[in-house]
């Protein structure tokens, strides 16, 4: 079961800067109700590269069951795929997060998502 989830991050470029890789920009977030411990929310979130590698990057906030993968993107995200690219692309991030998951607490704690 999906949450709803605000879209307002839309408006800036996210970057994540693993100590192991190269920038990305985040895509997509979505938040449901956790299939592993059925008590918790699991966010998923989905960042880009500008050469077009895409990982899903997911986890529960109550039983911290966590994954990282290499994903495709349906056409509905190909479209916000390019335009956070271009957007990556033009500006110079204000912050760049080592891991997703405080650049998305971030985002929740100023009322973006």
Not at 30 to 47: A, M
Not at 56 to 71: I, K
Request: with cysteine.
């Amino acid at each position: 079961m999906s949450i709803e989830t605000r879209n307002e991050w839309c408006r800036e470029v996210v970057v994540l800067r693993p100590p192991t890789g190269r920038l990305r920009f985040l895509v997509h977030v979505n938040k449901e109700r956790c299939p592993y411990c059925s008590s918790g929310v699991r966010t998923t979130s989905i960042w880009g590269t500008v050469t077009g590698f895409t990982e899903e990057v997911a986890w529960c906030g109550h039983c911290f069951n966590a994954t990282c993968y290499a994903v495709r993107l349906p056409p509905t995200q190909r479209e916000r795929f390019e335009a956070m690219r271009s957007a990556f692309l033009s500006e110079t991030p204000a912050t760049v997060w080592d891991a997703a998951r405080p650049a998305l607490e971030d985002l929740e704690r100023r009322g973006l998502l």
